[in-house]
T-cell receptor, first 113, second 117 residues
Framework: KAGVTQTPRYLIKTRGQQVTLSCSPI?????VSWYQQTPGQGLQFLFE???????NKGNFPGRFSGRQFSNSRSEMNVSTLELGDSALYLC????????????FGPGTRLLVL | AQTVTQSQPEMSVQEAETVTLSCTYD???????LFWYKQPPSRQMILVIR??????QNATENRFSVNFQKAAKSFSLKISDSQLGDAAMYFC??????????????FGAGTRLAVHP
């Protein structure tokens, strides 16, 4: 099976812009979770989608949003970008049931100038 | 709230030797999972091993094994016969199994492991 894929892999934006990142889960996986990784804050949970519904949410401002499509692909959007949003954004997929392990994608590196 | 602490920012080991990475966590829950993930320079997070809290037996995966001490809330990773490819950042992670916990992983700060030939 193909692994989790994320596009784009690298992105440069300027403050105030918005950005959309995409994540395609492993075939058959219905849960997609998003994480932000920065040198200062480490790895932090953003949100999880399961069957097109947000099932869990971390402590991030409303500028961070997401959605999931019927084919389980997920997008996350960050509006009004700030310098502090520069990070590696990782998505992970799983079947979505209890006891299932998450598998991560290669990440999207976002640089905000 | 649950927290995960990795007190060793950096560790090093000689090739073929054994190294142990430490992880402690804080939780009031009894039902949870613990994981070790590896992040090499490529930044791809790779699952190394996982442990169900209700299982007393320590998990093992080839050269990787854990020492899970539930009462002490300790979850260390032992890498035996270290290889150059083991060099990476290692993250300890916690996942609650309480209602609504689902796939939210709480990560420690990570331990950077260097392997010397």
């Amino acid at each position: 099976k193909a692994g989790v894929t994320q596009t784009p892999r690298y992105l440069i934006k300027t403050r105030g812009q918005q950005v959309t990142l995409s994540c395609s889960p492993i075939s058959g996986h219905r849960s997609v979770s998003w994480y932000q990784q920065t040198p200062g804050q480490g790895l932090q949970f953003l949100f999880e989608y399961f069957s097109e519904t947000q099932r869990n949410k971390g402590n991030f401002p409303g500028r961070f949003s997401g959605r999931q499509f019927s084919n389980s692909r997920s997008e996350m959007n960050v509006s009004t970008l700030e310098l502090g949003d520069s990070a590696l954004y990782l998505c992970a997929s799983s079947l979505g049931r209890h006891q299932e392990t998450q598998y991560f994608g290669p990440g999207t590196r976002l640089l905000v100038l | 709230a649950q927290t995960v602490t990795q007190s060793q920012p950096e560790m090093s080991v000689q090739e073929a030797e054994t190294v142990t990475l430490s992880c402690t966590y804080d939780t009031s829950e009894s039902d949870y999972y613990l994981f070790w993930y590896k992040q090499p320079p490529s930044r791809q997070m790779i699952l190394v091993i996982r442990q169900e809290a209700y299982k007393q037996q320590n998990a093992t995966e080839n050269r990787f094994s854990v020492n899970f001490q539930k009462a002490a809330k300790s979850f260390s990773l032992k890498i035996s016969d270290s290889q150059l490819g083991d060099a990476a950042m290692y993250f300890c992670a916690y996942r609650s199994e309480a209602s609504g916990g689902y796939n939210k992983l709480i990560f420690g700060a990570g331990t950077r492991l260097a392997v010397h030939p």
